[in-house]
């Protein structure tokens, strides 16, 4: 079985420029949740997807948009960068949507915005 | 909104001692996550806990759902237990969201 896995490991970026990232999920996870923790600071929800459709959003401007794909991985996309976009992108997928299922994080990827 | 808020924000203890990290909320869920971030790392997901107590190696994970109320513990505590501790819960009932708690940092001398 693997595990969660994200692409790449660490990234860094001009301010304005677009940037992707990828999450697979667990086998038989058909729920991806995307969370970003800045230096010292809780994870923030960012959206979550389940069967290829968005089921829930936090308080993230349009700029920040998604992805879920047949297989269940899924890419977070980030359009016109902005230094404060600097932080560890985590993904999570779990069995089923919402957050009653336990959650298999991923290792993150470290944006640096410059 | 649920609130979630833990204690204590930094512990240290020496190896071999008993540790309680405590977490309170302020909405009734249907669960609670315990999670350890390493420094500079992944989140790991400790337990998920809805009633009564789950025990995992030398983790024990207990709630209280009337109380609102989660404690982590850890027996015979070790150096490589250093991390950061998170609990984690749902932003209200059925929510896609997990709101977490700031977190403790927990650092096991030798």
């Known amino acids: 079985e693997t595990g969660v896995t994200q692409s790449p490991t660490h990234l860094i970026k001009t301010r304005g420029q677009q940037v992707t990232l990828r999450c697979s999920s667990q086998?038989?996870?058909?729920?991806v949740s995307w969370y970003q923790q800045a230096l010292g600071q809780g994870p923030q929800f960012i959206f979550q997807?389940?069967?290829?459709?968005?089921?829930g959003r936090g308080n993230f401007p349009p700029r920040f948009s998604g992805l879920q794909f047949p297989n269940y991985s899924s890419e977070l996309n980030v359009n016109a960068l902005e230094l404060d976009d600097s932080a560890l992108y985590l993904c999570?997928?779990?069995?089923?949507?919402?957050?009653?299922?336990?959650?298999?994080f991923g290792p993150g990827t470290r944006l640096t915005v410059t | 909104k649920n609130e979630v808020e833990q204690s204590p924000q930094n512990l240290t203890a020496q190896e071999g001692e008993f540790i309680t990290i405590n977490c309170s909320y302020s909405?009734?869920?249907?669960?609670l996550h315990w999670l350890q971030q390493h420094p500079g790392g992944g989140i790991v997901s400790l337990f998920m806990?809805?009633?009564g107590k789950k025990k995992h190696g030398r983790l024990i994970a207990t709630i209280n759902i009337q109380e609102k109320h989660s404690s982590l513990h850890i027996t015979a505590s070790h150096p490589r237990d250093s991390a950061v501790y998170i609990c984690?819960?749902?932003?209200?009932?059925?929510?896609?969201?997990?709101?977490f708690g700031q977190g403790t940092r927990l650092t096991i001398n030798p």
């Open positions: 999570a997928s779990s069995m089923g949507q919402g957050v009653s299922y336990e959650q298999y």
């Open positions: 086998s038989g996870h058909n729920t």
């Open positions: 997807y389940y069967r290829e459709e968005e089921n």
């Open positions: 909405v009734g869920i249907s669960a």
């Open positions: 806990l809805s009633s």
């Open positions: 984690a819960a749902p932003e209200v009932q059925g929510a896609q969201k997990l709101v």
